[in-house]
Every structure is written in structure tokens, then in C-alpha cells.
């Protein structure tokens, strides 16, 4: 049976892949992303039996969000799938953020899964079913230092997650949260916002990604762990294998997990304190 999806942050990355691979079979799926003429195009390569839909979505406005899945739910008569994916990465020593960076990654990576939890659930409470996924991160789960603040808001997803869904039980609403390891997005390679002050780290995703055993995982992979996560009913989606890995560490030897992220931290610290004072 064809099921109605809103899958938001879905012009790239994970969200692409896994609209890609929803209407490959079968699906109804709103691509929604902040970058309508991206969301245009990512809808415009996608290819199945489904049918895709592009607009145009700011998850931080929360009306925004309320009029689109309310105007999905009134044509198709309900949504089956609420994926709340849209996110931003924010990186760098502590010591260099100021409330302004907090304060977007907060906005997105959380505010943003609320707004989409307060849209769809009441919805799916009502019609006595459908499944809500919010993308948190690996980094939801173990300690991520360069990424506290989108550690912070990825904790949160989860924590978010886990408590909706013994409540959704009972009203037939399933609930999942993502949690994803290094994958091959452009949100490695995204700069700070340009209204915001640089930090040391900055871009360097890929670099920290390349220092972990697990290397990064490709995004069209991590749609079919997705889909069979959903498909499962499970609580946690994690990948790839070694992100399950490193989050039963950190469940079972949380001060080995501890010290190799202190590791690999300082390490990078290192680094571009030496590619800094080289530049001169």
C-alpha cells in the first residue's frame, strides 16, 4: 500500500536518499526543504512507481510547518510517515561559540523536530496511526566534542523520541529516532553560516570522519536502514554496524568511549593549531 510521507530537509543528503528511495517504492512523498529550487531538483531525478512533490519549508517556522502538513493530510485524507530530518551541523571549541550559534542549532536541529512533532502528531492521534522519525546522530548517543552544541540537540531528538513513542502506543503512533554515524552529506562540507563567526573547525567534518575506523557511510545505504527501521518498528535506527558498535561501548565502557573521543579531540585540536601558526 502506498503510504503519504512529508520527509523535511529532503533536497540533499540522508533526506534525499531516503525520498529517493520511498518513491522507488511506491510512496507519496513531500519533499520539503528550505532550498525550494534544490527541492525542485532533487524531485525532479526521483524515479519509481511513487510520486514526489517539492516545496518550499522553513522548519523554524513553526506555522509553516502546521499549514503544510495540515494541507497534506487534507488531500490525501492522512499521513502515514512525518520525518523530521532537517538539521545543520555546528562545530568547534566551546570557547569559541557564542549564544548565536547555540541559539541556531537549537532553532533547527530541535525547534524544528517540535514543529514538526506538533503538526503531525494531534493528526495521527486522531487517525490511530502513522510513524513520526526524527533524525538525531551517533552523536546523540556518545559524547561528540567539536559538535557539543549539535550533541546537545541530537540528545535531545532522542530523548524526545523515546518518551513520545510509549505515549504514541497507545493512539497507534509508532515513533523512531535516526541515528546515523559519519555519512557522505554536504553537512560536512557546509561552511558556518555567514552571519555567524568562524571557528577553528570549521569544515573540518570530513577530516574528523576520516580519523574514526568506521569511515563515512554512504547516505543511499543508511535510506534502506531507514526504511527497514520504520518497516521494524524499531525505537533506534542505528548505522552503520559500527555506529551500533560504538554506542553498546559507551553504554557498557562509557570512560573508553570517553577517552578515545578525548583522543581524537585533541588530536584535531593539534592540528589545526599547527596548520594555523603555519599560515603565518
Not at 486522531?126 to 526524527?134: A, E, L, P
Not at 558498535?245 to 568511549?257: F, G, I, M, Q
Request: glycine residues 10%.
Amino acid at each position: 500500500m502506498s503510504r503519504v510521507v512529508i520527509v523535511t530537509g529532503g533536497a540533499s543528503g540522508i533526506g534525499r536518499a531516503l525520498s529517493a528511495a520511498l518513491v522507488s517504492r511506491g510512496d507519496t512523498v513531500v519533499v520539503a526543504d528550505v532550498n525550494a529550487a534544490a527541492a525542485e531538483a532533487a524531485v525532479s531525478l526521483m524515479a519509481g512507481p511513487g510520486v514526489a512533490r517539492a516545496a518550499a519549508l522553513d522548519v523554524t517556522d513553526a506555522q509553516a510547518v502546521l499549514a503544510l502538513v495540515t494541507s497534506v493530510h487534507a488531500e490525501f485524507g492522512r499521513l502515514d510517515i512525518m520525518v523530521n530530518n532537517a538539521g545543520i551541523g555546528m562545530g568547534g571549541p566551546a570557547e569559541e561559540l557564542s549564544v548565536a550559534h547555540w541559539d541556531r542549532v537549537i532553532d533547527v536541529n530541535l525547534r524544528g523536530v517540535v514543529n514538526g512533532v506538533v503538526a503531525a502528531y494531534p493528526l495521527m492521534v486522531q487517525q490511530g496511526s502513522g510513524h513520526i522519525v526524527n533524525t538525531a546522530s551517533l552523536a546523540g548517543l556518545i559524547p561528540a566534542p567539536g559538535l557539543t552544541p549539535y550533541a546537545m540537540t541530537k540528545h535531545a531528538v532522542v530523548g524526545l523520541s523515546t518518551s513520545l513513542r510509549i505515549e504514541g502506543a497507545a493512539h497507534g503512533v509508532r515513533v523512531s529516532a535516526v541515528c546515523p554515524g559519519f555519512t557522505d552529506t554536504p553537512i560536512l562540507d557546509a561552511p558556518m553560516p555567514s552571519d555567524l563567526s568562524p571557528s577553528t573547525l570549521e569544515g573540518r567534518g570530513r577530516e574528523l570522519a576520516a580519523r574514526l575506523p568506521g569511515g563515512l557511510y554512504d547516505a543511499d545505504s543508511l535510506a534502506l536502514d531507514i526504511i527497514d527501521g520504520i518497516e521494524r518498528n524499531r525505537r533506534l535506527i542505528v548505522a552503520p554496524r559500527f555506529a551500533r558498535l560504538l554506542a553498546l561501548t559507551n553504554r557498557w565502557v562509557p570512560a573508553l568511549v570517553e577517552r578515545q573521543a578525548r583522543d581524537r579531540f585533541t588530536a584535531m585540536r593539534g592540528t589545526m593549531r599547527s596548520k594555523s601558526l603555519a599560515s603565518f
